[in-house]
Structures are given as C-alpha cells and as structure tokens.
C-alpha cells in the first residue's frame, strides 16, 4: 500500500508564499515522475507543475517565473514553493507519483499512478 500525503497549504495574502511539501511512502519500489496538480472551483484539475528522474521539470505558463517545484529521491519527497500568489491560485492542490523507471515527465492525470487527497490554497486579503 503506498500512501501520498501532502502539507503546507492554508490561507495567505496576494503577493504572499507558501511551499507545499508531499512525501510518498509504503510499497513502492521506485518513483519515476512527481507533480502538483490543482482544481478549482468550477472547474477540472489541472497539471502546475512537474518533475522527472533526472530532475528536468515542467511549469504551467501560470506558474512560470513564481512557482518552483523540486524533489528529494532520497526521501521520495516533492515540494513547491509558491511566490507571489494570486486569489486565481486558489484551489486544492494535489501530489501525484508514477511508479517506476520510465524516464521523462508525466503530465496528464492518467500518466500518474498515486494521488494525495490534496491540500486547500486559498489567496485573499
């Protein structure tokens, strides 16, 4: 049984930080690709930001140059530091984890094998 659990989300002003830690633990032999993923309100999930192997990454336009996603093997942990926060990053933002070797990033929800049950991100004054 493998389990994906994530911290580090809560409420926090425009301009605000705040980094998302997940660590994935159980059975699990070896982890390929990690990603963070968010939903809003009203709408579908969507890929934030993403992270190979071999550390090569993947950022959504809307989170270029302000969110930086970064992982540490040993501990098969991924974290993403968010900076200068906008009320539109408000969602519930969820860790993904493909089991594996497979070299490369996975983007799409179904490339992923686990999920965390997502932690809330609200920006507001």
């Known amino acids: 049984q493998v389990q994906v659990v994530e911290s580090g989300g809560g409420l926090v002003q425009p301009g605000g930080s705040l980094r998302l830690s997940c660590v994935v633990s159980?059975?699990?032999?070896?982890?390929?690709?990690m990603g963070w993923h968010r939903q809003a309100p009203g709408k579908e999930r969507e890929v934030v930001a993403a992270?190979?192997?071999?550390?090569?990454?993947f950022y959504a336009d809307s989170a270029k140059g302000r969110f930086t996603i970064s992982r540490d093997n040993a501990k098969n942990t991924v974290y993403l530091q968010m900076n200068s926060l906008k009320p539109e990053d408000t969602a519930v933002y969820y860790c993904?984890?493909?089991?594996?070797?497979?070299?490369?990033?996975?983007?799409?929800?179904?490339?992923?094998?686990?999920w965390g049950q997502g932690t809330q991100v609200t920006v507001s004054s």
């Open positions: 993904a984890a493909r089991a594996g070797l497979r070299a490369g990033l996975a983007l799409k929800d179904d490339e992923y094998d686990y």
């Open positions: 159980g059975s699990i032999f070896s982890i390929s690709a």
């Open positions: 992270i190979g192997g071999g550390g090569t990454t």
